[in-house]
């Protein structure tokens, strides 16, 4: 009898663990099977190192408003694309990018990202919790003043990171991308594959890069039809790490659009963000058109720095929450959208005409 209940013991166990083999089996097939062949747009379809893959994870959004903004001169009309309103907590500007760099780390079947930013990072959060849908695991590297991560707390994304149980690491706030979180996640990714065996697929800083850029050429492509029909002239966007500038402003250039496309800056400068874009061009295959000619870098409006306000930009978002009922964010689009309001009043000829279109992106 004790011979056939441990016999009985040890087959139940087996059946739980191939009814668990089976089950990964099938997820990770499910899993295979979003991923969507990329057919770009036919005035993309030059270019170089375009993603074989695309695996949709947001709701498209392709309306264009008037946005009534305060303080806007009278000769001025503003429109609106909401980019912040195209999913719940997986929303913004990077989950266009992360529709191409997760679809690449599926295709690659890699079990883990890992990808780095501030504390407080949408990125990662959104990284994080997209990567937990597709059955892969998060680590994120983290820059902020506190040493262990046991100690950062459950505020705000860090609350969201936690939920989906993110691997979270802590490195100094001001710590360089190439110099030290680059290193640091291709560090993390080999003691990843020599514990588990497992491959990591590694996304930069907003995910900027020849792969996510396509992110914001589909997004153009989206509304170049609306775009058209409203008039635009001009097409304004925050810049971050400058992977969507890259690919709004490669499209404009590549179908031949008449609008001119501006970045405001809420870190680092013009000059970086240049070489950001003309890197990419590069990558892309396109070698006879600079940066400078196709981008107006907006500079000036970083305020104190990087996730910092003063009281004279949280004032400007309060006013046009209560006026337009349309929420800002204090380190992206507040700051960029008050800095659009400041160019329009003092330096109105920069811009090519008068209908202005914002893309909220929350960054």
Same mark, same amino acid.
């Given at each position: 009898?004790?011979?056939?209940?441990?016999?009985?013991?040890?087959?139940?166990?087996?059946?739980?663990?191939?009814?668990?083999?089976?089950?990964?089996?099938?997820?990770?097939?499910?899993?295979?099977?979003?991923?969507?062949?990329?057919?770009?747009?036919?005035?993309?379809?030059?270019?170089?190192?375009?993603?074989?893959?695309? +695996? !949709? %994870?947001?709701?498209? /959004?392709?309306?264009?408003?008037?946005?009534? @903004?305060?303080?806007?001169? =009278?000769?001025?009309?503003?429109?609106?694309?909401?980019?912040?309103?195209?999913?719940?907590?997986?929303?913004?500007?990077?989950?266009?990018?992360?529709?191409?760099?997760?679809?690449?780390?599926?295709?690659?079947?890699?079990?883990?990202?890992?990808?780095?930013?501030?504390?407080?990072?949408?990125?990662?959060?959104?990284?994080?919790?997209?990567?937990?849908?597709?059955?892969?695991?998060?680590?994120?590297?983290?820059?902020?003043?506190?040493?262990?991560?046991?100690?950062?707390?459950?505020?705000?994304?860090?609350?969201?990171?936690?939920?989906?149980?993110?691997?979270?690491?802590?490195?100094?706030?001001?710590?360089?991308?190439?110099?030290?979180?680059?290193?640091?996640?291709?560090?993390?990714?080999?003691?990843?594959?020599?514990?588990?065996?497992?491959?990591?697929?590694? +996304? !930069? %800083?907003?995910?900027? /890069?020849?792969?996510?850029?396509?992110?914001? @050429?589909?997004?153009?492509? =989206?509304?170049?039809?609306?775009?058209?029909?409203?008039?635009?002239?001009?097409?304004?966007?925050?810049?971050?790490?400058?992977?969507?500038?890259?690919?709004?402003?490669?499209?404009?250039?590549?179908?031949?659009?008449?609008?001119?496309?501006?970045?405001?800056?809420?870190?680092?400068?013009?000059?970086?963000?240049?070489?950001?874009?003309?890197?990419?061009?590069?990558?892309?295959?396109?070698?006879?058109?600079?940066?400078?000619?196709?981008?107006?870098?907006?500079?000036?409006?970083?305020?104190?720095?990087?996730?910092?306000?003063?009281?004279?930009?949280?004032?400007?978002?309060?006013?046009?929450?209560?006026?337009?009922?349309?929420?800002?964010?204090?380190?992206?689009?507040?700051?960029?959208?008050?800095?659009?309001?400041?160019?329009?009043?003092?330096?109105?000829?920069?811009?090519?005409?008068?209908?202005?279109?914002?893309?909220?992106?929350?960054?």
């Amino acid at each position: 009898m004790e011979d056939e209940r441990d016999q009985s013991d040890h087959c139940t166990n087996e059946d739980t663990v191939q009814s668990n083999v089976d089950s990964m089996a099938t997820s990770s097939s499910q899993i295979l099977s979003r991923l969507k062949r990329f057919n770009p747009p036919v005035w993309a379809q030059g270019l170089k190192n375009i993603p074989r893959f695309i +695996i !949709p %994870l947001s709701l498209k /959004n392709n309306q264009i408003k008037p946005w009534n @903004l305060p303080d806007i001169p =009278e000769s001025f009309n503003v429109f609106m694309r909401r980019e912040d309103t195209d999913g719940a907590v997986i929303s913004g500007n990077k989950i266009r990018k992360l529709e191409f760099l997760l679809a690449d780390a599926v295709s690659r079947k890699c079990k883990h990202v890992i990808t780095c930013g501030g504390i407080q990072s949408n990125h990662c959060r959104i990284t994080a919790l997209a990567a937990r849908e597709l059955g892969m695991t998060p680590h994120l590297i983290l820059r902020g003043d506190v040493k262990d991560v046991e100690e950062v707390g459950c505020e705000g994304n860090l609350l969201l990171d936690r939920l989906c149980g993110a691997q979270m690491y802590m490195v100094p706030k001001q710590s360089p991308y190439l110099t030290e979180l680059k290193p640091r996640m291709e560090k993390l990714a080999d003691a990843l594959r020599e514990k588990t065996g497992e491959d990591s697929y590694l +996304i !930069p %800083l907003g995910g900027s /890069n020849v792969v996510g850029v396509f992110g914001f @050429l589909t997004v153009f492509d =989206e509304i170049q039809s609306s775009v058209l029909d409203s008039g635009i002239t001009d097409i304004v966007v925050t810049c971050g790490s400058g992977g969507t500038v890259a690919g709004l402003c490669i499209a404009n250039h590549l179908t031949g659009s008449k609008v001119k496309v501006h970045a405001v800056t809420i870190c680092d400068d013009a000059n970086y963000f240049h070489n950001h874009v003309n890197e990419t061009l590069q990558d892309v295959g396109l070698t006879g058109i600079r940066s400078e000619e196709i981008l107006d870098i907006i500079d000036g409006y970083k305020g104190r720095g990087y996730g910092l306000s003063t009281e004279d930009e949280l004032e400007f978002i309060m006013n046009v929450g209560a006026t337009t009922g349309v929420i800002l964010d204090p380190t992206y689009t507040g700051k960029a959208v008050r800095g659009m309001v400041l160019e329009l009043q003092v330096n109105p000829d920069r811009f090519q005409g008068n209908r202005i279109l914002f893309i909220h992106t929350v960054s």
